[in-house]
């Protein structure tokens, strides 16, 4: 049985994609920043800008299942929404970075010895993170989404001996605390492209960005 891991599963498209995860036979291990009980899913506290946090999570997981398949660095923020590129705070960017780059970075880095050949990575990045559609609503989270994508080629790069795949998705607009009430997506179809990449696409696709189950340019 396949073992995946969502990071910041407590809410939003993270919380629904382990619902679909563990509608599908998954083992589904729910980490949050509060560890706190998951419906779907083995709770973890896993605060993915704390690198002790992470390495307690992933010694967890070491001890209980002894394996991950599927990482899906689903953890992210958007601080800087409205905000202009000219007057962006060094510190906004900074803590930006640390959650939806250095996180991901990290989280994949200690998981990757567990990651089992034929294994992969999601990370869920953005249309805005996209050279060829990025606009300027929140400079610091598009700088962060483009840095993610290059993380996906990099690791994609680093998998390619052991088979472990590597991608980018974007779930879309979604409905959820970061995506607001007028996204036209709903938690479930902001999560089944992702879900789809975890346990669907194709095995010979690595290095490469998607949305809506096809892969978009970069
Ligand atoms: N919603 C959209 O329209 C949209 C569009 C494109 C891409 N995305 C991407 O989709 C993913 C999920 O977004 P969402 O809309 O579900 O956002 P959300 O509702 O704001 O949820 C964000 C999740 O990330 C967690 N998180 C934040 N910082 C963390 C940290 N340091 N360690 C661990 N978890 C942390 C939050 O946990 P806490 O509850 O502890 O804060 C929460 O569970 C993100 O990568 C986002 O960039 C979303």
Known sequence: MSVVLVTGANRGIGHEVCRQLAGRGVTVIAASRSGALHPYGASLALDVTDESSVTRAIATIASNWGQVDVLINNAAVLLDQGQSILTLSSDSLRSTLETNLIGPMRVAQSVWPLLRNGGCVVNVSSMSGQFVEMDDWAPAYSLSKTA???????????????????????????????????????????????????????????????????????
């Not at 390619?160 to 974007?170: L, Y």
């Not at 779930?171 to 605390?177: D, R, S």
Request: charged share 10%; aromatic share 8%; proline share 8%.
């Open 148 to 218: 993610l994508n290059a993380l996906t080629v990099q690791l994609a790069i680093a998998g390619r001996p052991n088979a472990i795949r590597v991608n980018s998705v974007c779930p879309g607009w979604v409905q959820t605390e970061m995506g607001g009430i007028g996204a036209p997506l709903s938690p479930a179809e902001g999560a089944a492209g992702i879900v789809w990449l975890a346990l669907d696409a194709p095995i010979c696709h690595t290095g490469m960005f998607f949305r809506d189950r096809a892969v978009i340019p970069w």
